[in-house]
């Protein structure tokens, strides 16, 4: 199955002027839990992209966040294949990338995403009967899972378990 960049990406993306705050930035990073932040111009168009990393070290809360952001912005258009994506974040040894649309910021699809994907098709039954016919894994509240009807159970049991 070929899943695409825009059906596994996180489309609610939290965004930022490149006038914000690194504070308030950061802020924003805590209130939603995420670890980065596309930054956008008027236009949508991303200009670059701060993650937490960027605010390990100290930096004064007053200074524009695009004074500390990565300028060069890893983008990736919603129509490739979640491989591309996960080929440029490997390649480009990066955690994140900015989904666009006619190069508008519509999503960041992270390596958790990706990971998430791996996850569902991990524990599948493989006899020859089913792997066609079945799902491997099923989009459930905007994140691929693994299908609950095709998992396997692979913990090893104990020798001494009798079941």
Same mark, same amino acid.
């Given at each position: 199955m070929t899943v695409k960049v825009g059906e596994l990406m996180t489309a609610d993306v939290v965004t930022t002027s490149p006038d914000e705050s690194v504070g308030d930035v950061r802020d924003r990073l805590m209130k939603h839990g995420i670890h980065a932040m596309p930054i956008v111009d008027a236009q949508g168009h991303a200009v670059g992209i701060v993650t937490s990393t960027d605010l390990i070290p100290q930096v004064d809360d007053a200074r524009p966040v695009l004074d500390i952001a990565?300028?060069?912005v890893r983008v990736i258009p919603e129509y490739s294949l979640a491989s591309d994506a996960a080929r440029a974040m490997i390649k480009q /040894?990066?955690?994140?990338?900015?989904?666009t649309k006619e190069k508008v910021v519509i999503g960041v699809i992270s390596s958790f995403d990706?990971?998430?994907l791996i996850e569902g098709r991990k524990f599948v039954a493989k006899s020859p009967?089913?792997?066609k016919k079945q799902r491997r894994y099923v989009k459930k509240d905007g994140r691929w899972m693994s299908n609950p009807e095709t998992s396997v159970d692979r913990r090893k049991?104990? /020798?001494d378990d009798p079941s």
């Open positions: 990565s300028h060069e /040894r990066i955690h994140h990338l900015v989904v990706l990971l998430s009967s089913n792997v049991k104990s /020798r």
